[in-house]
């Protein structure tokens, strides 16, 4: 149990695993880390799974990455596109995997893929917006955690617990 003023936080090993780095110097190696690790987009995470204790309350339903407009965004796993198009400003793409389960890229500028495409891993799905980009995965009951998408290929295999300074 923490002591009161001191944070225990949950890290996964973004920083030491090799090809996924926090923030990779150029776009070249964004990118050759973005392919390595199966991460729909050459960018760092910047805000992580945090599901709302109800379904309608405030919450991060995905991960969001610290994406700039136009960079592209590739699929992270093989599937069926069964949404491919805008709802209000921003375009959208879900595939559905197979297996009960859904990938959604959300925030996006353009979209590359139509409904009932198949996709394998790394195609090009469309280009992020001005709106930081949001990789969401669900089931039929939820959301879930997409960390576990990308995480074996990124070497997340591991958790780190680090004390937050007061």
Known sequence: MARRGTLLLMVWALAVSPGCSA??????????????????????????????????????????????????????????????????????????????????????????????ARVTTGDLLGSTGAVPFQLGYRDGTGYLDPTVLVASACGWDHAVLVPVPE
């Not at 709302?52 to 596109?81: I, K, S």
């Open 23 to 116: 923030l990779p110097a150029t776009a070249t190696a964004r990118a050759t880390a973005a392919a390595t690790c199966d991460l729909p987009v050459a960018a760092p995470v910047s805000e992580g799974f945090r599901p709302p204790p109800e379904p309608w309350l405030p919450g991060n339903r995905g991960l969001t990455f610290a994406t700039e407009p136009g960079q592209p965004v590739r699929a992270v796993r093989p599937g069926t596109v069964t949404f491919a198009g805008r709802i209000a400003q921003q375009w959208y793409v879900t595939v559905d995997l197979g297996d009960g389960r859904d990938v959604t890229y959300s925030y996006l500028s353009s979209v590359t893929v139509v409904v009932g």
